[in-house]
């Protein structure tokens, strides 16, 4: 279980508090964190992954004090993170990052597995360089496939629908629907997935559904409660903003 105890991050240039005393815990099988465009919620994946250090407070995963590890030393507790912009890797081919990922040398049937899972045709992708010939679509269903390879505790996707269009996201949603991709990623870690995500089709799916707007806390709860609230809230502002 990953517990955040009195989180703040105060940017030091402007001294502004991007987030304020947070105290979360999260054991659900997906936890959905969401909330207007700057109110913290990728500042807040970022601490957990290890990318940034909070100003204040404690991060445990399991009981342990992980708040001054490395985003390698996370790494090694258990903590994968997926970034808005997958990352490209020119001249590694995808069978060797999952390879990488999973921390042993898979074969051909294991790496085809996993792609297949996600969506992609093993035949037409284990070969293929991670560089620029690969879409947006397809570098977020490899990512997604090297966090399934490395099976741990805490897989954090930081808007997974972020820079990709309504093509691919449309097919990211049948595989997170059809194919289940959170779903089998716990069972087979028995961890959290943990979504950082504006998209309502994504937020049905979390078990808790976590509001964070100017750096607080505001909701936290189960999604026939908070959505509604979401949803009535951006109507209002849509409604607003045309009269």
């Known amino acids: 279980m990953l517990e ?14 991007i987030l304020r005393d947070i105290n979360l815990a999260f054991d659900e099988k997906f936890v959905a ?24 407070g404690k991060i445990l995963l399991d009981g342990e004090d992980i708040t001054d590890l490395s985003i390698t030393e996370r790494a090694n507790t258990g903590i994968s993170y997926a970034f808005q912009q997958p990352v490209k890797f020119k001249g590694l081919k995808v069978k060797d990052l ?18 297949s899972e996600v969506g992609l045709c093993a035949r037409d992708y284990i070969n293929r360089e991670l560089n620029g010939s690969l879409s947006g679509g397809e570098l977020k269903r490899i990512e997604i496939a090297m966090i399934k390879a490395r099976a741990t505790k805490l897989s954090v996707f930081d808007e997974p629908e972020a820079g990709i269009d309504l093509w691919s996201f449309s097919m990211l949603i049948q595989q997170f629907e059809k194919i289940h991709v959170f779903e089998d990623l716990h069972e087979k870690t028995d961890g959290t997935i943990l ?9 049905e799916i979390a078990d808790r559904i976590i509001v964070i707007n100017d750096g607080l806390v505001e909701k936290s709860g189960k999604g026939e409660d908070v959505i509604p609230e979401l949803l009535y809230k951006s109507s209002m502002c849509q409604k607003l903003s045309r009269d």
């Open 4 to 17: 955040l105890q009195n989180i703040s991050y105060l940017v030091d240039d402007d001294n502004k508090e």
């Open 33 to 56: 964190i969401t909330g207007p465009n700057g109110s913290g919620k990728s500042t807040l994946a970022k601490i957990i992954a290890g990318i940034l250090k909070p100003t204040s």
């Open 98 to 115: 999952m390879s990488v990922a999973s921390g042993k040398t898979l074969d051909i049937k294991g790496i085809c597995d996993i792609l």
């Open 195 to 203: 979504i950082i995500s504006h998209q309502e089709r994504i937020l």
